[in-house]
């Protein structure tokens, strides 16, 4: 498997560090408001990579921070005369309803920055003692210079970054032994949440959190390490400072991020104003459209988002689904149950199509071309498929699919309907299999409906039923 390391800004062979297993960390929101369609996508890429490992038989220990404490979760606490806390445990909440809409698994473990402050703080001391960081006025600061490999990720070097740092000085940082210094702990403004350290009553610097949550739950080497292409610098190379300072060895051996998702060719973001929460295309389309369309170009390539792409995502989709419930539907009308010899050999080539997909994901990543494949296999089925084809065949076919969608995180199988008719005779059903005591009939039909998202009430008007 081959995945682009920026690192080495080329394509490497993927070894992992320990068989079987992917450690792999990627830095999450900061939660102040909804997360936007650009923050979806490194979600929506990420966990594509994730599921691709699983597909691939790896035990994947995969961890996202939310960073709970900053200058935005500050500000917006103080317009709205809420806590910071109260802040982010809100746009902690409905990120998770947005990763659920998308279908992006939650993460083996979500750290947030304000419960790991202990480490935070071992962690500094352990640099300063070691001589990788100062103290001054309450504020810590990293010396860059002292970290020889400062630079290595970002491709930066150290003087032109010196030249344009001078200019960038920030007020009140003048005490900084050299303006390439960055800042891992800062003493309190009023009203600010704080926690006692021994330089001062403060906060940590940005950089710090993923530092220690990376080694807290994975240990001090990870495989992956990703993010938007924004973080490379400064985030992700103070991050490597930090670690393989304070660890004294090599971080994170690959290192992978996402081009940005643009917005009429203009860069996405916040302070222009141009941009939508995945809140907002929510009540347009399905979810499940936004993450094809993500998927639909290659993570490391720049993605316009428009009206005609997303009708382009939402065709191509409903291709899928199509294509599946007509399977469905053949198996439910067919006769003939097991395949034929003649059918074994026309399901043979389907493996083809497994192949391609496999090639694609296994060059960096390649979903575009991945679901290609999956639509060819989508083909093959419509024109192979039909009334007489035999229920295994067919299952095979509609379970191929699925699979393969699957591995991109895309739902392409409608759960049924169960129709007011079918739920009522299921309910008599059930009443009848009581009056002969059959109760394990009655108990199978109670959970079936349950299983499909109906519960029973038995009532003393009679049984009533209603959605869960
Ligand atoms: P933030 O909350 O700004 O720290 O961003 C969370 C994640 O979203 C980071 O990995 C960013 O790199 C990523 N991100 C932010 N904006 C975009 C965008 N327009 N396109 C792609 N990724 C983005
Ligand atoms: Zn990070």
């Known amino acids: 498997m081959k995945v682009f390391n920026t690192l080495s800004k080329r394509k490497e ?104 402050i202990g480490g935070m703080i071992e962690m500094i001391g352990k ?35 010196q030249s344009g740092g001078r200019s960038l000085l920030v007020t ?53 390490h990703a993010g938007g292409e924004d973080l490379v610098f400064p985030h992700h190379e103070n991050e490597i400072a930090q670690s393989e300072a304070a660890n004294g060895k090599e971080f994170s051996k690959y290192w992978m991020h996402n081009a940005f998702l643009n917005i009429d060719n ?15 295309i929510s009540e347009q389309y399905d979810l499940q459209v936004l993450r094809f369309f993500m998927l639909s170009a290659h993570y490391r390539s720049p993605l316009n988002f428009s009206a005609d792409l997303m009708e382009a995502s939402k065709n191509g989709l409903e291709r899928i689904i199509t294509a599946v419930a007509n399977l469905k539907h053949l198996m439910g009308a067919t006769t003939a149950d097991v395949m034929t010899e003649e059918e074994k050999l026309v399901f043979e080539k389907t493996n083809e199509f497994v192949e391609n997909f496999e090639k694609a994901m296994e060059d960096d990543f390649n979903t575009a071309d991945a679901i290609s ?29 699925v699979k393969l969608a699957d591995v991109l995180g895309l739902i392409v199988e409608k759960e049924e309907e169960l129709l007011a008719e079918d739920i009522e005779k299921l309910i008599e059903e059930r009443q009848a299999a009581r009056k002969e005591k059959n109760f394990q009939r009655a108990d199978e039909i109670r959970n079936e409906l349950l299983e499909k998202g109906i519960i029973l009430e038995d009532t003393r008007e009679g049984v009533k039923w209603r959605k869960a």
């Not at 203009?266 to 907002?280: A, D, H, I, P, Q």
Request: hydrophobic fraction near 35%.
């Open 13 to 116: 062979e993927f070894v992992p560090i320990e068989e079987g297993k992917v450690k792999m960390y990627v830095c999450g929101p900061t939660v102040y408001n909804y997360i936007h369609i650009g923050n979806a996508r490194p979600m929506i890429v990420f966990d594509t990579v994730r599921r691709y490992f699983e597909y691939k038989g790896y035990d994947v220990n995969f961890v996202s921070n939310f960073t709970d404490v900053d200058d935005k979760i500050i500000k917006k606490a103080i317009e709205e005369g809420v806590t910071a806390e109260e802040i982010a445990k809100r746009y902690i909440e409905e990120c998770k309803k947005d990763m659920a809409g998308m279908n992006v698994k939650p993460a083996t473990t979500h750290p947030l920055a304000t419960e790991e």
């Open 127 to 161: 640099l300063i003692a070691d001589g990788y960081a100062y103290e001054k006025n309450g504020t810590v600061y990293f010396r860059t210079r002292k970290f020889d490999e400062y630079g290595k990720l970002s491709h930066k070097n150290l003087d032109d970054l």
């Open 172 to 224: 009140g940082e003048d005490e900084k032994e050299d303006s390439l210094d960055f800042v891992l702990w800062k003493p309190k403004k009023e009203g600010e949440p704080a926690w006692e350290s021994p330089w001062s009553d403060g906060r940590p610097g940005w950089h710090i959190e993923c530092s220690v949550m990376s080694k807290k739950y994975l240990g001090d080497q990870i495989d992956i």
């Open 266 to 280: 203009r860069k996405m973001s916040k302070s222009l104003g141009n941009f939508f929460t995945v809140r907002e």
């Open 373 to 401: 494949s999956v639509f060819e296999l989508v083909k093959y089925a419509n024109t192979t498929a039909n009334g007489e084809s035999s229920k295994e065949y067919l299952e095979g076919l509609l379970n191929l699919i």
